[in-house]
Structure formats: structure tokens, C-alpha cells
């Protein structure tokens, strides 16, 4: 089968189109046909630096496609039942290829009402989203919500799961993207290029964090007594627990889990027309480079997906 690899460490040049054995399913897990597999962040970060993985690497978790076969065990599948998710995260899935194996745990039925492109661009963005906001947050209706980047990958679409828990969403992006995000469902914008967020936004219940570096220790300003800041961009943030502590506040480091049960949510938010993930493009698998320079560009709304199944 054409899978994605990489034999060095190094910028998007190092990734190649390859051939490889198509894996088999072991007990409690599916085989899947990928139709597309979603581009994130975490992909282009083990590409550069090896991250939990260290080389050769196998890139890419987030996946929609079908059953091809089941392993020992596994009931909940059958061949051709259609899926999605994100595979054994942090450990190697290797998406980024026509065949993956997977728990099947760690999948859930693909949404009805999302192509499988669609369905692709879900999984490590929005479980990232809704287990920072539910899980870890706890959010309530009624709260006051601060996303960064919102209209990033992950931005985007947890812009929409707060306003689906009843949040008031407010969002940082640049003038150009602020119809965007209000089409999302956020109640105000902040222009992050000319206004200062810390000053903007007050009385904040929860900040998620998808940018790291300053804007952790700036968002504690906008928080109200027991407010909580969601970090995402780096473990280096977990560290501001102990500066949020001190003012009574507090903030946490979470990194995304395989979630079946979040999985379902997703879909039947999807499906209930509360989700709906903007693709910022769609290219083919072998064009994987082409799709993490764009991504590292920092300039794209939404989700850079690959398409495997034309």
C-alpha cells in the first residue's frame, strides 16, 4: 500500500511517498480503508523533532474511512461500516496511508452528515476541544468563554462545542477573520493584531490556550476569581498552575486521549448541525509536504486535510 514516511528528522522535504506492507488487524482492533486523514499540529512537530516517536516516522492519526476487516473480538464492526478517529494517540497510528489498524475503541461511526474529508478534519482537533471544555474545564451554560486562535483548527471548533454547552464564546483572530468566527457562533471578537486581549476581555471562566508562550501568563489577567486557563500549545505551559495558584486561579496542561464516547458526541453534535469543521484545503497524499508547509504557515482558517480514496 502508498503510505507517507520519513527516514530523518528535518522540514516538510523529508516526507516521502512510500510502499509498505498492508498491516493486519490484531484482536480488538479494525482494519481501515482510509478515504482522508486530517493534517494537525502534533504531525508536523514529530516530523521536525521525532517528538514521542523518534524516526523513521509514521505520521498522522486523525482518520475517516471504512472497515476492511476485523480482528479477534471485535464486535461493534463489521466490513464497510463507515468510521472515524484517532488512533492510539500518543503512540504511532500512521493515518497518513491507504490502510491504518486501529482499536476499534478508539473509533466511532462516522457522522452522517460529514464527507469523509469532513469527518477527517474532527477527530484531534475537536477531542482536543471538547475534553479541554468538558473534562477538564467542566464548563457551565452561562459561562464566559476566552478561545484563542479561533480560527485555527482547534480554535474553530472549540468556538463552536462551547456555544453548544451554552457558553458566552468570545474569540481572538485577526480583523480579516472576524465574520468567520462570528458565523461560528462567537458573541464577540477580539482583534488580537491592535487590542490588547488581556485588557479587552474580563471576567473570564476558562481560556483555551492554543498558542503558548505569553498569552498563558496574559490570560490569567482576564480571569475572575477561580478561572481557569487551558493550556494546549506545549508542556512547557503546565508550569503556569503554580503562577495561577498563587492569585487563587488555575490552569492545567491537558493533551488529547482516544475517546470513543467523545467520539460519539462529536458525531451527533455534527449531526444535530451544531459542528461543522472548515477545510482550508484538501490535497492528495502525496502532496503530505505540500500540506504541513501550508499548515506551518501559520495562515490557514480551519483544517488542512489529506484525501487518500479519489
Known amino acids: 500500500m502508498r503510505a507517507i514516511g520519513q527516514d530523518s528528522l528535518g522540514g516538510p522535504e523529508v516526507l516521502k511517498l512510500i510502499e509498505v506492507d498492508r498491516p493486519e488487524p490484531g484482536p480488538s482492533e479494525v482494519l481501515v480503508r482510509v478515504h482522508a486523514a486530517g493534517v494537525n499540529p502534533t504531525d508536523w512537530w514529530h516530523r521536525s523533532t521525532g517528538g514521542l516517536l523518534g524516526v523513521p516516522v509514521r505520521l498522522g492519526w486523525d482518520v475517516s474511512g471504512t472497515v476492511e476487516a476485523v480482528g479477534l473480538g471485535v464486535t461493534m464492526y463489521q466490513p464497510g461500516d463507515e468510521v472515524y478517529g484517532m488512533p492510539r494517540l500518543p503512540q504511532p ?4 496511508a491507504e490502510y491504518v489498524t486501529s482499536p476499534a475503541r478508539h473509533l466511532a461511526r462516522k457522522p452522517r452528515t460529514l464527507s469523509h474529508v469532513e469527518a477527517a478534519a474532527l477527530p484531534v482537533a475537536a ?3 471538547l475534553q479541554s471544555l468538558m473534562d477538564t474545564a467542566a464548563v457551565r451554560p452561562g459561562q464566559r468563554v476566552l478561545v484563542h486562535a479561533a480560527a485555527g483548527g482547534v480554535g474553530h471548533l472549540a468556538v463552536q462545542i462551547a ?6 464564546v468570545i474569540g481572538t483572530a485577526s480583523a480579516a477573520k472576524h465574520d468567520f468566527v462570528r458565523s461560528l457562533g462567537a458573541d464577540e471578537v477580539i482583534d488580537y493584531t491592535t487590542t490588547d486581549f488581556a485588557t479587552a476581555a474580563r471576567d473570564i471562566d476558562v481560556v483555551i490556550d492554543t498558542i503558548g508562550g505569553d498569552y ?4 490569567l489577567r482576564t480571569l475572575r476569581p477561580g478561572g481557569m486557563v487551558v493550556s494546549l500549545a506545549s508542556p512547557a505551559e503546565a508550569r503556569l498552575a503554580d ?3 498563587e492569585s487563587g486561579l488555575r490552569a492545567g496542561f491537558t493533551i488529547v486521549e482516544p475517546d470513543h464516547a467523545g467520539l460519539k458526541a462529536l458525531a451527533e453534535l455534527a449531526d444535530a448541525g451544531g459542528l461543522r469543521p472548515h477545510i482550508a484545503a484538501v490535497l492528495p497524499l502525496a502532496d503530505a509536504a505540500k500540506a504541513h508547509e501550508l499548515g506551518e504557515s501559520g495562515r490557514t482558517t480551519g483544517k488542512l486535510v489529506l484525501s487518500v480514496v479519489e
Open 163 to 168: 456555544k453548544s454547552l451554552g457558553a458566552h
Open 93 to 96: 497510528a500512521g493515518t497518513y
Open 127 to 129: 477531542l482536543t476541544s
Open 216 to 219: 498563558g501568563p496574559r490570560s
Open 243 to 245: 503562577v495561577a495558584a
